[in-house]
């Protein structure tokens, strides 16, 4: 019969380019699960590189005067709602803690496309209201900005969740200064920078500054990008003129000079906010 065989013939017909269709499929499939691969594998080989030699840590505390006492935590501006950052105004600040920090588990990518690879962790002192995990989400988008450090060369960040060469802690003010006592006197109000990491007062953290000019999320900028300044061997610097935004690595909380408080180095055009070296 004829029909039969004819039907014979477009089922077979039918089923050859159906295989045809699905070898060709599988074969764009496999061209992208390469290209993906190829792409993957210069990510690990980017992050793999050695780092060049990092500068030499100067340690460093803001230790010259003692600060003017902060504002009670009412007279400043609340962050505005809905910023990622939002300030957690209502986190005690205990004067003293244990001693001991938990890390944060979070790890992420290179920021900075050269110097040094300095990979952080990020530690918050045990019985602080402050989920580890949280801080270092806001340390890593602060050190990717780019009015910061990694996006002028000055060095590439990479949060870690272990075996970090720099370790970020949040204390409370009697632990730093027990951890600042080395690089100078920070008496339960300022920050400080030492061998191997930095010391965030958890009073800074939670409070800001007075001097500074914005809720404490922004003030947090500062405190980030002036200390690990120093870790990049920065000193301080004094205002460069009435008016002028002051550098990240002037002693803000001691005075402005007349300078306008400011968190970062670099301005949005990427101009490195300068100011004359303090001795
Ligand atoms: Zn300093």
Not at 190 to 204: F, M, P, Q, T
């Amino acid at each position: 019969m004829w029909i039969p065989s004819l039907l014979a013939c477009l089922l077979l017909l039918a089923a050859i380019v159906y295989a045809g269709a699905t070898l060709s499929g599988s074969l764009v499939e496999a061209a992208k699960t390469a290209k993906a691969a190829k792409a993957a594998k210069t990510e690990q080989t980017e992050q793999a590189e050695k780092p060049a030699k990092s500068a030499r840590p100067r340690a460093s505390a803001e230790t010259a005067t003692i600060p003017t006492p902060p504002p009670t935590r009412d007279s400043r501006p609340a962050a505005s709602p809905g910023t990622p950052s939002a300030s957690p105004a209502h986190i005690a600040v205990p004067r003293s803690g244990p001693g001991t920090f938990t890390t944060a588990r979070s790890s992420g990518a290179v920021v900075g496309g050269s110097g040094p690879l300095h990979r952080y962790e990020v530690q918050v002192e045990d019985g602080v209201d402050i989920r580890p995990e949280k801080a270092a989400a806001e340390i890593q988008t602060m050190l990717a900005d780019p009015r910061s450090w990694a996006a002028h060369g000055k060095g590439r960040f990479q949060l870690v969740a272990a075996h970090a060469d720099v370790i970020i802690k949040i204390a409370t003010p009697a632990t730093t200064d027990r951890l600042c006592a080395s690089a100078g006197g920070t008496h339960g109000e300022l920050n400080c920078e030492v061998s191997g990491g930095v010391i965030v007062n958890l009073k800074r953290w939670v409070t800001g500054s007075p001097e500074y000019n914005g809720p404490p999320a922004e003030y947090r900028n500062l405190i980030i990008n002036h200390e690990i300044g120093h870790l990049l061997g920065y000193g301080h610097m004094d205002c460069p003129g009435p008016g002028r935004a002051a550098p990240a690595m002037m002693q803000q909380i001691k005075g402005l000079h007349g300078c306008k408080s400011n968190a970062w180095p670099y301005t949005k055009d990427g101009t490195f906010i300068d100011g004359p070296p303090v001795p």
